[in-house]
């Protein structure tokens, strides 16, 4: 098989295109292009691709190693190339003003680029090299098109920057890189000169699909390996871009319309976004808790040698209040609630909108619950907290508990969360970084409010402390816990596309499960049972497993990239 186009047979100059290849003529000479020696003879397609990734990557690990991971995307195959570049923009655009500008540079630039491409690979046998700016203007269709298709998933990826909540990675890449198999000719069919109708071959599609394994591979090596592993690993993606851009021309170019797939291009992306609306709008409505809740619930324990367990959930959990839960070894579980304690010290029901306030708040809660606990049962307390209970359960440790009061003898956080966002968005009314995607998320929040019961803001207290408090936030996954404090850590699996960082020495546990519903599983529960138990045989591991570490670094190269701290506005953060 001829792959890199090698002994390619050669066609006189006169021949025209195949019947069904879609190609308009475009009225320039027909003549003998200079880089027809198959692929490898492309030079002036080859060292522009490998030297963009190369000096984005460069960059990157100089300036903000962080985002390094998706420095072999700059010459991704189109539309990953737009996805790339709307996740950059959807960070750093600090301006409604520079919003558009940076939208318009991005078509202008990537239409340029994709003339270029079409030049650069165009075969010999199929006629004329179109002309460089006929083909840009050409390309300008599909890229404002793609940018439209690709919003909801940025939107969505930017979400999970916000919030860390690993569910929205997994609801928002498949159907971008889905959109990408089918829209990937586009670009190409429209420089060329051909219509809108940009159906798929098998041969383009494993190009495409080929080119999401390659640039996963690559950017993970690029943002976690050397740097002389990361600049050959961008090379070698720059240098398989370029193959993939060469093959879809030739596709293009050549007509094979007969390989194309049958389905129409609208109906593939129509059925797209329906799968993903009706699918999210059925796992909401399952999710989806009741909104009602009786009065207070019991009263502590008076009675000695029991010992008690506060167990936390995580957002839009509800509680109804109910006897305290009987565990084994003599441990009694109570359910904190975010509305605190009523009269007797019986606590709250509380309802999801609750659990929205700002850690501060939900932490000073939780520590007179746990002195209330601590004096009826006379014994110190053991704090189970899942996600945003996690988070809540730290603040309350690191910044309002006291090591001298012996109250807290334990902690096992399921599914900590890091507590700071990587990104940042302006409060309404105000400008800032990321003021477009901000309302992006408020707009994705009454989307799911009108297909579910699922009522969030991100302007509530908890949103606000976040992105306000990214820099005070920063230490709330890592730090130590206090003094006298032993913690356990539960980590889901799907939670490494984006883990929170481990305190140092800290046992932890890697659980083969997504997001939220740790505690309810058994195997969870009897690991618990053994670790309040005193089981010695229970070690767990005090470093990412393998599998850990390429579920992060393969994921990396699909996220949005991350704000630098520095560029917050000062003084934002009013979160004690």
Known sequence: MDVFGWNRPRLSAGHRLRRGAGIQEVGVPMREPAWTGGF????????????????????????????????????????????????WVSVFHNSWLTFGVELAAVVVLRCLWMAWVVQRSWPSEAGATPAMAGAARRAVLFYALAMVLFVP????????????????????????????AILHR???????????????????????????????????????GSLSLALLAAAIAGLLNARALYGVVQDVALGRSHRALTALTPVLVA???????????????????????????????????????LVATGLHSHYDPSAPLRLPNGYVGWRFSYRGLGSGNRPLPY?????????????????????????????????????????????FLLHQYRPSSHTVDRLITLDMLPGESNVYFPARGSQGWGVASGWGLRGLANLLGGISRLRLSVDSGLGRDVTDCRASLTELAGAPPPTGVRQVAFESLAD?????????????????????????????????????????????????????NLVTAGARPWETPTLPVTLDPAGVCVSS
Not at 56 to 67: C, D, G, H, M, Q
Not at 70 to 78: D, E, K, M, S
Not at 160 to 178: D, E, G, K
Not at 367 to 391: F, K
């Open 153 to 180: 998933w940025v939107v969505l990826l930017f979400g999970m920057a916000f919030s860390h909540l690993s569910f929205l990675f997994f609801a928002a890449l498949p159907p971008a890189i889905a959109i990408a």
């Open 271 to 309: 059925s797209v976004f329906a799968l993903t609306v009706g699918g999210s709008a059925i796992g909401f409505a399952l999710a989806s808790h009741p909104q009602r809740a009786s009065g207070l619930g019991p009263l502590p324990s008076e009675t000695p040698g029991q010992h008690p367990v």
């Open 40 to 87: 490898f003879g492309r030079v002036g397609l080859i060292v522009p691709a490998v030297l963009a990734p190369v000096g984005e990557t460069a960059l990157l690990r100089a300036v903000s190693p962080e985002n390094a991971a998706l420095g072999p995307q700059a010459t991704a195959p189109p539309p990953l190339d737009v996805f790339h570049d709307l996740r």
């Open 496 to 548: 490494m596309v984006d883990p929170a960082a481990s305190p140092p020495g800290v046992p932890v546990y890697l659980v083969s499960a997504p997001h939220g519903g740790l505690m309810g599983r058994l195997q969870v529960q009897d690991l618990i049972d053994g670790i309040l138990g005193g089981d010695p045989s229970l070690r767990g591991s005090t470093r990412q497993s393998l599998l850990a």
């Open 186 to 224: 586009g670009a190409i069919a429209r420089t060329s000169g051909g219509r809108i109708g940009w159906r798929p071959t098998w041969r383009s599609v494993a190009w495409i699909l080929g080119s999401f394994v390659w640039l996963t591979l690559a950017g993970g090596v690029a943002g976690s």
């Open 351 to 395: 309802w999801p909108r609750d659990t929205e306030q700002s850690l501060a708040v939900s932490a000073g809660f939780m520590a007179q619950q746990v002195r209330t606990l601590a004096h009826a049962y006379r014994e110190p307390v053991t704090i189970v907290a899942e996600s945003e209970g996690a988070m809540v359960a730290r603040t």
